[in-house]
């Protein structure tokens, strides 16, 4: 079967300038990812989970056309990706809703940019604030909602337009605990009622293999794809308490067992990053005494 989604030697890298008061001074480039190949099916609930700063939003960035790669690339059905697109729905983190459009018109968005007309695009955000959950809420503004309220909110927006492909980037961090876990069985409710392809960001261990069929661990930086694990749950939620199953507790060990080493190495990187910063600023300072 071809893939849905294909990535194919992807690297991307950064020039950071530093920037202190009068001071301006380029840096070397960093290298964000690195020759990073993944194939995603069609309908596949694909997972990516890595240490911090590995670069996991960047690539979300770049299946989202946000950004382009500094060389390989990234196809969608066999075309590469040159730009974001509609085929795409993205869930960020923060919930990006617009404050001052109801639930409703929120959800609508995304059809109004697609050229529904106004009957149609009613019908269709109903259905999909049903789907989420929601109903009863079609008139509240965001301020009127919980956050887990919101991001169902930015999820139906997501799915109402039909893109091809969800992108989600760690859309239930910043949630209680409960409500994370209560999202996350609503969301695999929703990608099995809709047969969605999904990328999904995360850093949660736990995250990653009550939601994945697949999961991929990626490296410290320069982020690479260091193994991808297949989870053979038939359906999360047939489960009474999945998470406590000795084979949930195996696949937890066995990406922990395949991160920890570079979660210590991320670490590392930052603390070295920031003695850098630390001792650049502190030359440059120097510097601008000794001329002045």
């Excluded at 690195?34 to 240490?51: Q, S």
């Amino acid at each position: 079967m071809t893939a849905k989604i294909s990535i194919q030697h992807v690297q991307k890298s950064f020039r950071i300038q530093r920037n202190l008061g009068h001071l301006k001074e380029d840096s070397q480039p960093i290298s964000a990812l690195k020759d990073i190949n993944l194939e995603v099916k069609k309908g596949e609930f694909m997972v990516i989970v890595g240490p911090s700063g590995c670069g996991k939003s960047t690539l979300l960035d770049l299946l989202a056309g946000l950004t382009k790669p500094s060389s390989g690339q990234i196809l969608l059905d066999g075309k590469a990706i040159t730009g974001p697109n509609l085929d795409r729905g993205i869930v960020f983190q923060q919930y990006a809703l617009f404050p001052w459009k109801t639930t409703l018109a929120n959800v609508e968005f995304g059809l109004e940019a697609k050229g529904v007309g106004r009957k149609e695009r009613r019908k269709i955000a109903l259905e999909f604030i049903h789907l989420v959950g929601l109903a009863g809420f079609e008139n509240r503004y965001p301020h009127e909602i919980s956050g887990g309220m919101k991001q169902r909110v930015a999820i139906a927006r997501s799915l109402a337009y039909d893109p091809e492909v969800l992108l989600m980037d760690e859309p239930f961090a910043a949630l209680d605990a409960q409500t994370r876990e209560t999202l996350q069985s609503e969301l695999l409710r929703i990608w099995e009622a809709t047969k969605k392809t999904i990328i999904f960001i995360t850093h949660g261990i736990e995250e990653a293999v009550y939601l994945g069929q697949r999961v991929a661990v990626m490296t410290s930086r320069p982020g690479r794809i260091k193994k991808v694990i297949d989870i053979p749950f038939e359906s999360r939620r047939s489960e009474e308490d999945l998470r406590s199953h000795p084979d949930f507790v195996k696949l937890r060990h066995e990406v922990w067992d395949l991160l920890k080493d570079e979660v210590t190495r991320a670490q590392q990187q930052e603390i070295a990053k920031s003695l850098d910063g630390f001792e650049h600023n502190k030359s440059a300072l120097k510097g601008g005494v000794s001329n002045g």
